[in-house]
């Protein structure tokens, strides 16, 4: 068994919401624990709600692409943007760590990804854009 799915839409945080519907949708065939589906809902919440403020900026000019994919064995998610870029994965992974302070952001996104995730790896070119890849396996 395997499906595929690649959407793209524009970077506003109503779309967040819409990602997170599409994804059960897409995961419905599967019938999986309601605590994995809301695992692997949460942590796309936080890669595009990522991409959008701190990858764009808020600019709902731009566009968010997501992919999703699932084989016998795990579900697989990209979220990607051509925004500003991550200077620092490193400090960026780290609990608390926030380039939004005065919006009251958490800092715990990469945290949250990582705890609902099997795998988690962040790509980023300063300029150029961001690409994350998380993997939950079932079987």
Known sequence: MKNEL?????????????SR???????????????IINELKTALSEAVTNAIVHGYNNDESKT?????SY???????????????????EAAKEPLFSTK?????????????EVFTDSLQIESTLGVGTKILMKKYYA
């Open 71 to 89: 084989d016998d064995i795990g579900i697989k998610m990209v979220v990607e943007d051509e925004g500003v870029g991550i200077e620092n994965i």
């Open 101 to 113: 302070f005065e919006e009251e952001r958490a800092g715990l996104g990469f945290t949250i990804m």
């Open 6 to 18: 690649n959407i793209s839409f524009p970077s506003k945080l109503v779309n967040v919401q819409t």
């Open 21 to 35: 519907a599409i994804l059960i949708g897409f995961l419905a065939e599967l019938d999986l624990p309601m605590s």
């Open 64 to 68: 968010v692409n997501v992919y999703f």
